[in-house]
């Protein structure tokens, strides 16, 4: 049984292990604003962030999208529309993208989530790159931690206060 504050999540380094990418390119995203740390931000230049299992796949999904030539405006949507989507269950979807677009597929049903955002379309004409998120999703469960996140929060206001007072 967790505590009310615990959450399970993933620590910055954890985070940046699995997404194999330098923790300048993930202070590069966060800073053009393609993700923020959904749990904490932390405060300061060492603090550490807390991030959810659905941030990695979100960041995975960029990782592998730019890598297949995906602009960062499209990028930009795509993680917006992605996190919106994750409300209604994502972890059996699969990503594709064209090189225009980027879609969604679940139970047989592939979605836009850009061009013709909620559209329907024929999965024949997607078959460009492909992501399976399922792995990206028990990847992250299996290396988060539960953490006091509301513990955590109020630490760093009271070292904050301290520092104003």
Do not use: H
Request: aromatic fraction near 8%.
């Amino acid at each position: 049984m967790t505590g009310e504050g615990e959450v399970l999540a993933l620590d910055t380094p954890t985070l940046l292990a699995l997404l194999k990418i330098p923790a300048s390119t993930l202070n590069y995203w966060v800073d053009k604003g393609f993700c923020t740390p959904t749990l904490d931000a932390g405060s300061g230049k060492r603090a550490t962030r807390y991030w959810t299992v659905e941030d990695l796949v979100v960041l995975r999904a960029i990782k592998e999208l730019r890598a297949a030539g995906c602009s960062l405006q499209l990028v930009t949507t795509v993680e917006q529309r992605l996190r919106d989507s994750f409300q209604s269950g994502l972890s059996n979807a699969v990503l594709y993208y064209n090189g225009q677009d980027v879609f969604v597929e679940e139970y047989g049903v592939v979605m836009s989530l850009v061009r013709d955002a909620g559209q329907v379309v024929f999965a024949e004409t997607l078959q460009i790159t492909a992501f399976r998120l399922r792995p990206w999703v028990e990847e992250g469960r299996a290396q988060a931690t539960l953490v006091d996140i509301d513990g955590i929060r109020a630490r760093r206001e009271a070292a904050r206060a301290k520092r104003s007072a």
